[in-house]
């Protein structure tokens, strides 16, 4: 078993709508949770950033982590054409290297 | 400011050959990381360095894989005798190196490899 899984996707939804992008993690060690966006043949771009559980808000964007459940949620209100990209959850554990562990990717496409 | 960049962009190998890829992290980011992604997959991590000391090698697939960092600054992978599988897209990100205290990395565009 993975440490993070993914929804594999792929998730394509009208223009407007709102996205629901969701992990689970295996290795209760972890404290930081991250969304990183990859636009196609770009390296990944960090979306936001949460510490422990509790939800975080950027703009149209809203971060949730749920501890308890080791349950991990980015939701995307009014998406627009130009959120089309693979979204990678990740999370990094305090006591090692500091390295990401990454979840398989969404890609999102959403239609004009 | 320049962000991290990557060279090659795209490489083709034939199986067996030796290939290198460097890495130009943000100036002033103490820590590196190398990450790979095969396609259709997150990226899993190799390896990291803290200025030139390779601290942790953990995730390098196999002998055939070599980092380096002799600066502290660039830094190279480097894959002898490659295979197939080793076909997939190289990362690189780099950070500050503040204790206690969380840090982004930030990843460069990439090396696509292809073994054929």
């Known amino acids: 078993q993975k440490e993070v899984e993914q929804d594999p996707g792929p998730l394509s939804v009208p223009e407007g709508a709102i996205v629901s992008l969701n992990c689970t993690y295996s290795n209760s060690a972890f404290q930081y949770f991250m969304w990183y966006r990859q636009y196609s043949r770009k390296g990944p771009e960090l979306l936001m950033y949460?510490?422990?559980?509790g939800n975080k808000e950027d703009g149209r964007f809203t971060a949730q982590v749920d501890k308890s459940s080791k349950y991990i949620s980015l939701f995307i209100r009014d998406s627009q054409p130009s959120d089309s990209a693979t979204y990678l959850c990740a999370t990094i554990s305090s006591g090692s290297a500091r390295q990401l562990t990454f979840g398989s990717g969404t890609q999102l496409t959403v239609l004009p | 400011g320049a962000g991290v960049s990557q060279s090659p962009r795209y490489k083709v190998a034939k199986r067996g050959q030796d290939v290198a890829l460097r890495c130009d992290p943000i100036?002033?980011?103490?820590?590196l990381f190398w990450y790979q992604q095969a396609l259709g997959q997150g990226p899993e991590f190799l390896t990291y360095f803290q200025n030139e000391a390779q601290l942790d090698k953990s995730g390098l697939p196999s002998d055939r894989f070599f980092a380096e960092r002799p600066e502290g600054s660039v830094s190279t992978l480097k894959i002898q005798r490659t295979q197939q599988e080793d076909s997939a897209v190289y990362l690189c990100a780099s950070s500050l190196a503040r204790l206690a205290v969380y840090n982004e990395q930030f990843f460069g565009p990439g090396t696509r490899l292809t073994v054929l």
């Open positions: 100036s002033g980011h103490v820590s």
């Open positions: 949460t510490y422990s559980s």
